[in-house]
């Protein structure tokens, strides 16, 4: 699965990338994580996913307020039709914001999916990595992580 584009755009995939090769925020190289201290990676992770998340819930509380005003046109739209005998006039407000509320909602569950795909991820790999009982059981839980984390984004690490 993919994350939407604007979502992508918010999340350092670099940190996350350098945090499992063994690299400092500032470049400098660190001792490289060890089979059996792969959590940090994890750490490193959901902290990139709740920042975007945090930009995640603001969108979604602008487009509820977005899909509230597209409900009053469409409200708007059969009262002209109705009681000023405007028929196309009430039919152009219905449609624009009929329209714009399929656009809406489209917009909110991708956010959604985005948001579940955030929270779930780094949840689902911190518990494996809770059962993981030997170094390469822990290696293995990372690698699988790391190939999710970049399907999330659209393209594999090499």
């Known amino acids: 699965m993919n994350l939407s584009r604007a979502t992508i755009k918010k999340i350092q995939w670099q940190r996350i990338e350098d945090s499992a090769i063994g690299l400092t925020a500032r470049g ?34 602008a487009l509820v307020v977005v899909a509230g005003v597209s409900v009053a046109v469409c409200i708007a739209g059969v009262i002209v039709a109705a009681t000023a005998g405007q028929l196309w006039g009430g ?51 990372l690698d699988q992580f790391l190939n999710e984390v970049s399907s999330l984004k659209g393209k594999r690490l090499e």
């Open 28 to 61: 400098e190289v660190s001792k490289p994580p060890s089979q059996t201290d792969v959590a940090p990676i994890f750490a490193t992770a959901r902290q990139e996913f709740q920042r975007a998340l945090a930009s995640l819930d603001l969108m979604v509380k």
């Open 91 to 141: 039919v152009a407000f219905t449609g624009v914001g009929s329209a714009s509320l399929f656009t809406v909602f489209n917009r909110i569950h991708a956010i959604g999916k985005d948001q579940a795909l955030l929270t779930l991820i780094p949840t689902k790999y911190e518990l494996a990595l809770q059962f993981a009982a030997t170094p390469a059981d822990r290696r293995k839980v």
